[in-house]
């Protein structure tokens, strides 16, 4: 593998670890163009954060090679730590510091001078909307306050590389909205971020490209487009004016689509998948179950046909979903 390769801020090739007799990264190959948003996704123990960890020369590979920008993770790893920062799956912050206390800390730690370190904490935390809570410890921040701070943190020397690993999980809504306007700024100013996540909708607002990973292999890599059309044409989905004509309506859409059938949380919707590639004859095979609908007598109040969810393309490369239960060792 090419140690100089232009345009890539990580190129990895054959990248194995095992713990005991768990293969928890089997032979990873990935390409993270500079200046980008790259998403891994996959489930809890697909070997996310182990990966990650290589990476930054946190854990040592076994087997394969990786590159931060033409640099060696193993052979030269100083160089590597230079260029790299790492938010991990929880806040790295002294709870019993202030935000302010926190920042200025690491900012003296990273070799600011003190008016320096006071100087950039304001300046972050006021980019980050943490200007009021600056005085309070940060065991008093709510979770999103405290993801924030914690990203604030591996920016205070602007790393060339940020690692965002699963940075938005138990947040509610509000504040993953929040991260991810952080993220996007932050790529905005030149850093390439390689985001980590079991969230399907956050892989699909930022990452420009994700590889699927699934029992420590890429099982697929590509934009969001390539992904989605790699598993077919796209997705029928229906909402009845009455729940109760669900059974049948999800029959006549077997029959008629011959696919399976997903029945939504929401009692009156459901989606099947068109296996076909041609987008012409999806769009009228859902003409025709529409028709076959009408004449059953099943009242449909919304019917569409558009691109697979990236949910569904999981399910389909993996054939479960990115919760399902995990008995790998490493995440």
Do not use: C
């Not at 510091?97 to 800390?105: A, D, F, S």
């Not at 999103?144 to 020397?157: E, F, K, Q, T, V």
């Not at 929401?266 to 529409?290: F, H, K, M, N, Y």
């Amino acid at each position: 593998m090419s140690q100089h390769t232009t345009g890539l801020a990580i190129e990895t090739a054959g990248l194995v670890k095992t713990f005991g007799e768990t293969r928890a990264v089997d032979g990873v190959d990935l390409s993270v163009p500079a200046g980008t948003v790259y998403g891994v996704l996959g489930p809890n123990g697909a070997g996310k954060t182990t990966t990650v960890k290589m990476l930054a020369t946190l854990l040592r590979p076994d087997a394969g090679e990786a590159h931060i920008f033409g640099h060696d993770v193993v052979r030269e790893a100083d160089e590597v730590r230079g260029r790299v920062s790492l938010t991990g799956q929880y806040a790295s912050v002294d709870e019993d510091l202030t935000g302010t206390e926190n920042l200025v800390l690491l900012g003296r730690l990273l070799g600011h001078g003190k008016k320096a370190a006071r100087v950039r904490s304001a300046q972050l935390l006021e980019a980050f909307g943490l200007t009021e809570a600056a005085g309070k410890q940060i065991k008093h921040y709510s979770g999103g306050m405290r993801r924030r701070i914690d990203i604030a943190a591996s920016i205070l020397n602007t790393p060339d590389l940020l690692f965002l690993d699963e940075p938005t999980t138990g947040l509610d809504p509000r504040s993953r909205n929040q991260v991810w306007d952080i993220v996007r700024a932050v790529v905005a100013q030149g850093t390439t971020v390689l985001l980590t996540t079991q969230y399907l909708d956050e892989a699909d607002q930022l990452a420009s490209r994700i590889a699927v990973i699934d029992r420590g292999r890429v099982i697929a890599e590509g934009t969001k487009g390539e992904l989605k059309a790699s598993v077919g044409a796209g997705s029928v989905h229906v909402r009845l004016r009455d729940a109760e004509q669900r059974s049948e309506a999800a029959e006549v859409l077997r029959r008629v689509l011959d696919a399976q059938v997903q029945l939504e949380p929401d009692p009156v919707a459901l989606t099947a998948r068109v296996s076909t590639a041609a987008s012409g004859i999806a769009a009228e095979q859902a003409a025709r179950a529409l028709g076959e609908l009408a004449r059953g007598g099943v009242v449909v109040d919304n019917f569409s046909l558009g691109q697979p969810s990236l949910d569904e393309v999981f399910l389909a490369l993996t054939g479960h979903d990115t919760h399902s239960p995990k008995d790998e060792v490493a995440a």
